[in-house]
Structure formats: C-alpha cells, structure tokens
C-alpha cells in the first residue's frame, strides 16, 4: 500500500476519513460509556466524558455534575474520573487533599478495589457486548436458510436457468438433499455432484413436482468482493460469473480456487460475465495466511471472492436465543483468531504485515462503508471486538494493565508504589507508541 497514491483522490480519501473517523467514534464511545456508566453505578463521580482531544468544541455539563464534551481531533476519548490528574488517570495529590471520607469514596482513587476493577473492565467488556447486540441484529435480519431448500432470489446468469423464485429443490441428478441439521451433510452432498455446466432439479412448483434444468450449484460466481482485495482493485464486482482462466474454460467455483492456489502468485487473465457482457480482467493473487480451526494458519494465495450458491435461498428469521448464540460464536472466533495471529506474528509463522494500522484501518472502513450499510456495521462490530481484545492486554496504560494493578494490590494488601507505577507505565507508553509505529510501518510498505 503506498500512501502516496490516496492524495490525489481526494473525493475517496475524504469518504475514507469520514467513515474511520464514525467507526471510531462509536466504538471509543461505547468504551468509554461502559467506563463512565460503570463507575457512576459504582459511587465513582466523573468530571469529564469527552469524544476526541484537544481544544473543546462543544461542551455541557449535566445535573450530576459531569461535563460532556467534543474536541476537535476525533480519535479517541476518555473520562476523566475525580481525583484524576489527567485523561489517563493519574493521581492529583492537590485534588486528593483535604477531602472527606465521603468525598475521597466518589474519587477513582479513593474507591475500594472492587469498584475500580469493575469501571475499568467494563470498558471492553461494553465493546463486547457492542459486537455481540450488532451480530445478533444482523444474523436475524439475514435470517438462516428455509428447510427444505427453497429459491429466494435469482440472477441473470450466462447459462441454462429454468428455476423460479419459490421453487423448492427436492434433489438434484436424482439425488434427493440431505436435511440441513446433519453436520456436513449438505457441503459432502455439493461435493458429490457431476461438475457440468448444466444439472437437473427436481423441484417442487405450486404444489407440483417437477424438473427443470439449472446450473452447476457452485459456478464460479463472486458473490462477494473483498475489499481492498486484488479481485477489488482489479474491477470485480459481485454478481461476476468467470468463464474462463488463462483461457481455459471453467465451471465450478472450486475449479477457480485450485487455480488460484496453483498460481504461485502469477498473473491470471480472467474471463468474466458481468450483465450479458465479457470482459478480459487481469490480476495478481496474493499472500494470504488463513487461519485454520485448530489454531494454526496455512498460507495459500487468494483473489479475495467469496462463493456460494447461484442463487439466494430464502430464509426464515430465527429465534433470538439462536441469533445471539451465534453472535456470542462469532465475537468469541474473532477474540480467538486474534490472539492466535498475534502469537503466530511473534513466533514468526506468519508475516507480521498481517498487523494493520490506522491507514489500513482508515481504508477497510471506507472499503466496508462503500460496500453498504449492513458491512460498515458489520465492520464496526468487528472492530470493537478488536478494540475491547487489545485494551485487556496486561500492558501499563491499557485497562488490562490496570486490572493488573488491581490484582497485585488484591494479593499483597497495598498498590504497587508511584514510584513503580511511573515506571511500569513510561514502559507501557513505549510499547504502545512502537506497536503503533510498527502497525504504521505495515501500512506504508507492506504490498
């Protein structure tokens, strides 16, 4: 990525600003509300919530005496709780003197130890429960596949296509579909099925069995564009069928992917269907590594499309309990994948350009943002749950690294000494500040 290339575009480059800068702002919002709120419920008083640092562009202060602010440089927040010297809580030994027992109880510092422990875990803890309220919105507003499998939408698509929307799929060549609640039935049942360009269906229509010929199920079809992938910057679109690899024709979706995998990162000339036209698209596959579901991750090259069936089956909106089980599955995967990248990074198994920085993270929200609104709150969900994993990490100046604190003060009966915590914390700041660096680095020279 070369930064050098956004400055001329300026209309994209401001779209990029703007969705990093709104991404942002709810998550340091949420994070620093469940400080705020959690502390309040807490008997802890705040003086200060601002969005942003820097000179104050808009201010009030509520009945409980807390002045809500906005700054001007929008990228981050804090609370500023009694008692505390400055946003990252160090103690005001002036404001701390002379206070009564009452008094110095509302203050972060004069608060027992089960108070300043829950006000800052809930920092991550409400970027958590952000991700998993926003997964399970958007996984009942998606629905799950009907059963039995029924069209939902269609496409135009280069090839034979007889279904209609509400058909329901009884078998295919013959075979008739397993049920859905069989663990990898389904996939196994795909996999089996002659890969040619046109199959047989027999479906159900208006209470009548019949059959009618369709495509192959899984066509090299991109149902999904990477942002910022190479499909992306090549000028693939979702909806693009290909037809044909270096010349070669191809018919499923698995043909393109063993072709890609192959390629050891050459170039590839690419037929594509877009809307009843061809077009002639070449592009580079890249370097990925992937993580796998025992932890570890495997490198292969990628286009950056996502597959899937021709067409969208209907769906049926599913229980709350299920939607918010799934959401707190996928907030707990990406925790997990996260951890096990950085561990990877630091063992040296995969690349360390993996680790992306502002400018990546600038660019992917204006990326998702494009893409509409349900992937830009998609992104924003994923990225709390970034946000709250990174803030736990047991480093000075992070909320984990006081929870740390909090725990040594548990086990020995006292708080580590300022002399210690100023110490402790100068080195928490260096290794905050490089990680940073070191993630900016990434962005600028990482290809």
Not at 39 to 65: C, E, M, Q, Y
Not at 74 to 82: C, E, I, Q, T
Not at 139 to 148: D, I, K, N, Q, Y
Not at 320 to 340: K, L, N, P
Request: negative net charge; charged residues 15%; aromatic residues 8%.
């Amino acid at each position: 990525m070369d930064i050098v290339t956004l400055v001329p575009q300026f209309g994209g480059l401001l779209w990029t600003l703007v969705a990093f800068v709104i991404a942002l702002s709810v998550i340091v919002a949420i994070h620093e509300y469940g400080h705020y709120i959690v502390g309040r419920w807490s008997g802890i008083h705040a003086d200060v919530f601002s969005l942003g640092f820097g000179p104050v562009l808009f201010s009030r202060t509520d009945k409980r005496g807390t002045q809500w602010q906005f700054a001007l440089f929008p990228l981050g927040g804090y609370v500023k709780f009694r008692g505390d010297s400055n946003a990252s809580g160090g103690t005001d030994g002036d404001a701390m003197t002379g206070l009564t027992a009452d008094e110095r109880r509302s203050t972060m510092h004069g608060a027992p130890l089960w108070a300043r422990a829950a006000t800052v875990a809930a920092g991550p803890l409400f970027n958590f429960a952000l991700s998993i309220i926003v997964f399970t919105a958007i996984f009942m507003l998606r629905g799950v596949t009907a059963e039995p499998l029924t069209v939902g939408e269609l496409q135009e698509l280069p090839v034979t296509q007889e279904l209609r929307v509400g058909d329901e799929i009884l078998a295919i060549e013959g075979e008739a579909l397993p049920p859905f609640d069989r663990e990898g039935a389904f996939a196994d049942f795909l996999d089996s099925l002659p890969e040619q360009e046109e199959l047989s269906y027999t479906i159900l229509r208006d209470g009548t069995e019949q059959t009618v010929t369709g495509p192959y199920v899984h066509l090299p079809l991109a149902s999904q564009v990477v942002p910022l992938s190479a499909a992306s910057e090549a000028g693939l679109e979702d909806g693009d069928v290909i037809r044909a690899v270096n010349g070669t024709p191809i018919v499923a979706f698995e043909d393109l992917r063993e072709i890609v995998e192959g390629s050891e990162g050459a170039p590839l000339d690419l037929t594509v269907w877009r809307e009843g036209e061809t077009l002639d698209i070449t592009l580079e596959p890249r370097r990925t590594d992937e993580p796998q579901p025992g932890g570890s991750f495997r490198t292969v090259y990628r286009i950056g499309i996502a597959g899937g069936l021709f067409f969208a089956p209907a769906t049926e909106t599913p229980g709350i309990g299920t939607a918010a089980g799934s959401a707190v599955v996928q907030t707990g995967e990406i925790i997990r994948g996260s951890i096990s990248g950085l561990w990877h990074m630091i063992t040296g198994a995969i690349s360390t350009c993996n680790l992306s920085g502002p400018i990546g993270i600038a660019e992917t929200s204006g990326a998702m943002a494009s893409q509409g609104t349900e992937s830009f709150i998609w992104f924003i969900a994923v990225l709390s749950t970034a946000v709250g994993l990174l803030n736990l990490f047991p480093v000075p100046v992070l909320d984990g690294g006081h929870l740390c604190f909090y725990a040594y003060e548990a086990v020995s009966g006292r708080p580590p000494s300022d002399r210690a915590l100023k110490v402790l914390m100068s080195i928490g700041l260096t290794l905050v500040l490089g990680l940073m660096v070191f993630a900016l680095t990434n962005d600028i020279f990482c290809p």
